[in-house]
C-alpha cells in the first residue's frame, strides 16, 4: 500500500496558475500508475490526467488538453499537475490516486475505480 499526500492548492484567480504535487511513500514509486482526478460540489469525481510512472506514458481528459501537465520526479516520489489558465469551472477538490502498474499495458487508467489508494485531496479555488 502506498501513502499520498496533496499539496500545492489554493485561491487563484481566473487565467493564473498553480502547482499542484503529490508525495508517494511505500512501495515501490516507478512501479505505480499515478491519476489526479478531481471532484467538484455535487458532482462526481472525474479525472483530470494520469500517468504509467515507468513508461512515462501519460494521458489527459479533453477539458484540460493544452492546460494542464502531469509530470514525476522519480527520484524524490514526486508527481506534479502543472495547471495553466485555470476557469472558474476547475474549482475542486483535487485527488492523486495510485495502483501497481500493469506490466503488460503501458498507460494508466482514467477510471476512479482502478485505483486503490488514495490521498485526501488538496482543494483548488478559481475565482473569476
Known amino acids: 500500500q502506498v501513502q499520498l499526500v496533496e499539496s500545492g492548492g489554493g485561491l487563484v484567480q481566473a487565467g493564473g496558475s498553480l502547482r499542484l504535487s503529490c508525495a508517494a511513500s511505500?512501495?515501490?514509486?516507478?512501479?505505480?500508475?499515478i491519476g489526479w482526478f478531481r471532484q467538484g460540489s455535487g458532482k462526481e469525481r472525474e479525472v483530470v490526467a494520469a500517468?504509467?510512472?515507468?513508461?512515462?506514458?501519460?494521458v489527459y481528459s479533453d477539458f484540460v488538453k493544452g492546460r494542464f501537465t502531469i509530470s514525476r520526479e522519480n527520484a524524490k516520489n514526486l508527481v506534479y499537475l502543472q495547471m495553466n489558465a485555470l476557469k472558474s469551472e476547475d474549482t475542486a477538490g483535487y485527488y492523486c490516486?495510485?495502483?501497481?502498474?500493469?506490466?503488460?499495458?503501458?498507460?494508466?487508467?482514467?477510471?476512479?475505480?482502478?485505483?486503490?489508494?488514495w490521498g485526501q485531496g488538496t482543494q483548488v479555488t478559481v475565482s473569476s
Open positions: 500517468i504509467n510512472l515507468f513508461t512515462g506514458a501519460t
Open positions: 490516486a495510485a495502483r501497481t502498474r500493469r506490466p503488460t499495458i503501458s498507460y494508466p487508467p482514467t477510471s476512479p475505480s482502478e485505483y486503490r489508494d
Open positions: 511505500g512501495g515501490t514509486f516507478s512501479n505505480r500508475d
